[in-house]
């Protein structure tokens, strides 16, 4: 395909989440692009690449040579800068360790460039206050992965609400539970200090946010240490997190989101995820390992291939034409961004381009500007935890309070200590 045009892509990050997913994006939409009658046919090149030690860097670059085109490295200190100042890019994505997040994105967005950040997308109000500051005063997108949303059981339940299929959530429950080589391995030289929910629960957070709205009312949340951290220190092994939500009808829903990276890699599935959710006219329930296949392969299951496989979310196939393929809805939501600024861009008369971005950022499921909620509730688990290790649990965040947006009750005290100001 001879494009008619092409993104400039930085990428900030090169952990796992980009060998599982940003690397077959980038490897695709270089050779194959994607069209629309919008803007026609456009692909996208890996530019540049910023990371800690350069080391997986790198290697990726040897790997890619001949395929990808030149990609320049940077490494610390100053790597996303540097990147912004040495190679001309059209957007960055942000897929760091999530305490990390803020800051990539603050220069990428000071710098003009759209940006695709990981969730969460931070891990305060104050600080999605100032991204989404930038961002419109930029005149750029950004926008946050939430992969979940496009998971197919998960549109599918989205088009029940809507639909009015399925009537007022009552209640809800999600759990996802991680085997032990993410928090020993894989994570283990960002977790010290960490918590499963925040890196996993934040999706079930916007699920919920997103498929049946509402207003967050209370934040609570408890969990366990031990295990990838001291009994008595601030790594926590699981998380138990709960939400109450009021709806326009003035009745409450709560919902619980479970969460550990902790469960003895022999487990059977990659992850273990389910989800209940209880209606005025139904109940709605998910299993990830449920609705797939096992497998099993003499001296290759569960440790190097699991005996549950999510092919929905990320899978590498030959297709019966013999085309070897990696494709999934982790995938297929990077390809959407881009088609996003693709349309910005590229859509239609420049003059016409601020309509577009408005078009753009009115897509609440990836917006940074449709992340309060979300935000909120990380924000508050994140320092109910923090007081938890610190000898004060049984903390509850109230939303929209009278004292403020985020106000903390603590056992014993008298008034409330206000973690965020402003409106949620």
Request: proline share 4%; aromatic share 8%.
């Given at each position: 395909?001879?494009?008619?045009?092409?993104?400039?892509?930085?990428?900030?990050?090169?952990?796992?989440?980009?060998?599982?997913?940003?690397?077959?994006?980038?490897?695709?939409?270089?050779?194959?692009?994607?069209?629309?009658?919008?803007?026609?046919?456009?692909?996208?090149?890996?530019?540049?690449?910023?990371?800690?030690?350069?080391?997986?860097?790198?290697?990726?670059?040897?790997?890619?040579?001949?395929?990808?085109?030149?990609?320049?490295?940077?490494?610390?200190?100053?790597?996303?800068?540097?990147?912004?100042?040495?190679?001309?890019?059209?957007?960055?994505?942000?897929?760091?360790?999530?305490?990390?997040?803020?800051?990539?994105?603050?220069?990428?967005?000071?710098?003009?460039?759209?940006?695709?950040?990981?969730?969460?997308?931070?891990?305060?109000?104050?600080?999605?206050?100032?991204?989404?500051?930038?961002?419109?005063?930029?005149?750029?997108?950004?926008?946050?992965?939430?992969?979940?949303?496009?998971?197919?059981?998960?549109?599918?339940?989205?088009?029940?609400?809507?639909?009015?299929?399925?009537?007022?959530?009552?209640?809800?429950?999600?759990?996802?539970?991680?085997?032990?080589?993410?928090?020993?391995?894989?994570?283990?030289?960002?977790?010290?200090?960490?918590?499963?929910?925040?890196?996993?629960?934040?999706?079930?957070?916007?699920?919920?946010?997103?498929?049946?709205?509402?207003?967050?009312?209370?934040?609570?949340?408890?969990?366990?240490?031990?295990?990838?951290?001291?009994?008595?220190?601030?790594?926590?092994?699981?998380?138990?997190?709960?939400?109450?939500?009021?709806?326009?009808?003035?009745?409450?829903a709560t919902f619980d989101i479970h969460t550990s990276w902790v469960t003895p890699d022999n487990f059977p599935g990659y992850v273990e995820q389910e989800v209940q959710f209880r209606f005025d006219n139904g109940v709605w329930n998910g299993h990830s390992r449920k609705r797939g296949v096992e497998c099993t392969i003499e001296g290759k299951t569960p440790y190097e291939i699991k005996i549950s496989m999510n092919n929905h979310y990320n899978g590498t196939f030959i297709e019966p034409w013999g085309e070897?393929?990696?494709?999934?809805?982790?995938?297929?939501?990077?390809?959407?961004?881009?088609?996003?600024?693709?349309?910005?861009?590229?859509?239609?008369?420049?003059?016409?381009?601020?309509?577009?971005?408005?078009?753009?950022?009115?897509?609440?499921?990836?917006?940074?500007?449709?992340?309060?909620?979300?935000?909120?509730?990380?924000?508050?688990?994140?320092?109910?935890?923090?007081?938890?290790?610190?000898?004060?649990?049984?903390?509850?965040?109230?939303?929209?309070?009278?004292?403020?947006?985020?106000?903390?009750?603590?056992?014993?005290?008298?008034?409330?200590?206000?973690?965020?100001?402003?409106?949620?």
């Open positions: 395909m001879s494009p008619t045009h092409e993104l400039r892509a930085g990428m900030v990050g090169m952990g796992m989440i980009f060998d599982e997913t940003y690397r077959p994006f980038f490897e695709q939409a270089h050779s194959h692009g994607f069209y629309s009658p919008e803007y026609g046919a456009c692909r996208v090149r890996l530019a540049a690449v910023a990371s800690r030690t350069g080391t997986r860097a790198e290697r990726y670059i040897e790997q890619a040579a001949g395929r990808l085109g030149p990609i320049a490295s940077y490494t610390e200190p100053d790597a996303v800068g540097r990147l912004l100042e040495g190679t001309e890019v059209d957007f960055v994505c942000v897929a760091t360790p999530d305490d990390r997040h803020f800051e990539a994105a603050r220069q990428v967005l000071s710098a003009g460039k759209h940006l695709l950040v990981e969730k969460p997308s931070v891990l305060s109000l104050e600080q999605l206050d100032k991204l989404d500051r930038l961002a419109r005063e930029n005149k750029v997108l950004a926008k946050v992965v939430y992969h979940k949303l496009l998971d197919p059981d998960h549109k599918k339940l989205r088009t029940l609400v809507a639909d009015g299929l399925l009537s007022h959530v009552n209640n809800g429950y999600c759990t996802l539970l991680e085997p032990k080589m993410i928090s020993g391995s894989q994570f283990a030289q960002w977790i010290r200090g960490r918590n499963p929910g925040t890196y996993v629960a934040v999706h079930y957070i916007k699920l919920i946010d997103f498929t049946f709205g509402g207003r967050l009312e209370t934040v609570t949340c408890t969990g366990q240490r031990g295990l990838v951290g001291p009994a008595d220190g601030d790594t926590w092994d699981s998380t138990q997190l709960r939400l109450t939500y009021r709806y326009d009808d003035g009745r409450d070897r393929s990696q494709r999934g809805y982790g995938i297929e939501v990077l390809e959407r961004f881009a088609r996003e600024v693709a349309t910005v861009e590229f859509g239609g008369p420049r003059e016409e381009r601020a309509a577009r971005l408005d078009r753009a950022r009115r897509l609440t499921y990836n917006d940074i500007s449709a992340d309060r909620q979300t935000v909120a509730a990380v924000q508050a688990m994140e320092t109910i935890l923090a007081r938890h290790a610190a000898g004060q649990p049984n903390g509850v965040v109230q939303v929209n309070h009278e004292a403020g947006g985020l106000a903390l009750w603590l056992p014993g005290a008298s008034e409330p200590e206000v973690l965020y100001a402003g409106r949620v």
